[in-house]
């Protein structure tokens, strides 16, 4: 499969570079907020027109604040020219109702010396008279392309210059794998973006020391020993008493999202802060979507022993209804342990994709019958007849018998456990549906009971008529 090229979007703070991003991928994925600095990250998406496809890349804004400081905004500027250096096509976009200012033209010059295609969009030109961006001429990239991505002017007009000499795409080939998705979860601050970059091998998301600063789902493609990942980070959800702000509540909305995205999960708690409900809120969520789950117990190195065995307690205490979780005790800052989260992320992905035959099922669940025979409901014995897979992701097994609406809730967890022992389910929910066998004659009426007075009648009358015979 031919690489697809990548076009960074790059620009200043609040220019629509998010906004034009949802254009060019037909999507949601970044949030969109007129609040300047919303996009911290790179954060990758698909782009398709015309049997082409490309990834682009939206970058938090590069902006006069870039002044070595240590802020925020060098962090988000520094992701920005790295996406610039991956790149292959470079999008300048500018805000033509601001017009030109100092910092559009800092980065016209750097752009200058990287030698690489520059497409020059002058944007949020709904209500603005093109004579306006003649001033933008001056950047030095030629006639910028008018574009109000929000309503989505001129989208296709930049579309058909971006991908005029881009190949065309070739047919899949069958034997390249889907890339297994990796979401990063947990409450601000417990070590997400520190996990994702250890994960990665690179400083690829924004660290920094505050909680929150992770506000989007940032979508990281990479390859590791010859397998293909997409690496999930997300923003940390706090209780819902807390979610005050406009972006917090769309970050938690996107956080969910990416929970139903991927296949495995990965939970980050903090162990000086311990367990705490709202760490059983995120694993809920997972639970609910059907994920695959990896707990990971993050700062384990601060901990003192006491503060070690506490946890321990906590963990076997509160954890004790997904028993088939792998729980790791990591150290994300210093590497410890995250290494062996990749085999029980493997595990885990393999479980709730497992694929099994109806034979092999339905003759465990006669096994499991045998042993432990249901109850009997009414006077009769509740009957269960065969099974089959019913879907992965999480695996749905589907149980087809006689009154199983009657099949107590007991008995369920009882084949629930059969199956997950059975076929080593670690990592993975597994969902148990019964379906009540239906009569094929119920609500029919029986020709020969409707009609069983008229025969009655008919053969007296022949009785009848048979004996009058004789007395002749």
Known sequence: MSIKPVVALIGRPNVGKSTLFNQLTKSRQALVADLAGLTRDRQYGDAHFENKSFIVVDTGGIGEMDDGSGNIDDYMATQSYTAIHEADIVVFVVDARAGLIGADSEIAHFLHTLGKPVFLVANKMDGVHEAAYAEFFALGFG???ATAASHGRGVTNLL???TADMPEDMP?????????KLAIIGRPNVGKSTLVNRLLGEDRVVVFDMPGTTRDSIYIPFEREGRSYILIDTAGVRRRGRIDEKVEKFSVVKTLQAIKDANVVVVVIDAKEGIVDQDLHMLGYA???GRAIVVAINKWD???QDQKDSVKIEIDRRFNF???VKIHLISALYGNGVGKLYPSIHKAYEASMFKVSTNQLTRILEDAVASHPPPMVGGR????????????NPPVIVIHGNQTSSLPKSYQRYLENVFRNVYK???TPLQVEFKQNTNPYEGKKNPVVKNKAKLMREKKRIQRFKRAEKKR
Do not use: N
Not at 172 to 180: I, P, R, S, Y
Not at 381 to 392: D, E, F, T
């Open 143 to 145: 006639e910028p392309y």
């Open 160 to 162: 058909e210059s971006l």
């Open 172 to 180: 899949e080939d069958e034997l390249d794998g889907k890339a297994l």
């Open 287 to 289: 639970l609910d979507a």
């Open 302 to 304: 601060g901990l003192s």
């Open 322 to 324: 997904v028993p088939w």
């Open 381 to 392: 014995r509740i009957k269960l007849r065969y099974a089959h897979l019913g879907g992965h």
């Open 425 to 427: 389910l670690e990592g």
